[in-house]
């Protein structure tokens, strides 16, 4: 096997009101939230799916089944805690991520440090490690009408 492996993910979740909106392990304060059978964070969703691809290990879904209630409103950085075991289980380290987040409102400009933070300390990674980066559609889409928010990660992993 490769000493470098990459891999990439996606996630979307369905904005609506009455849910949290928890992006890279932050809650933000807004109207509305994602509907999802976790906290639906869509951030730590596609990187664990980046992960888990990069070694083709399946995906979220697989691991982590929408129809299990161990995983009913469960805090998604648990997920992600138990993808980078299974990462380290197969003797590999993430390098670095690269994450975008694609949302109409809020605005998530004050949140990135926090939520690369959050994410770093999970991975036991340096902060420089994780990007994190928003962006609008422009009022195009399901997320220009702000009826969604979905999310890309690209991952380097390494072998130790």
Known sequence: MSKLRIG????????????????????????????AHSDGDVIIHALCDAMLGALALNDIGYHFPDTNEEFCDIDSRILLSRVCALVADKGYRLVNADITLLLQRPKVAPYILSMREAIATVIGSDVECISVKATTTENLGFVGREEGVASYATVLLEKE
Do not use: S, W
């Open 8 to 35: 990439n993910g996606y996630d979307v979740h369905v904005l609506a009101p009455g849910y949290k909106l928890v992006l890279g392990g932050v809650e933000i304060d807004h109207p509305k939230g994602c509907v």
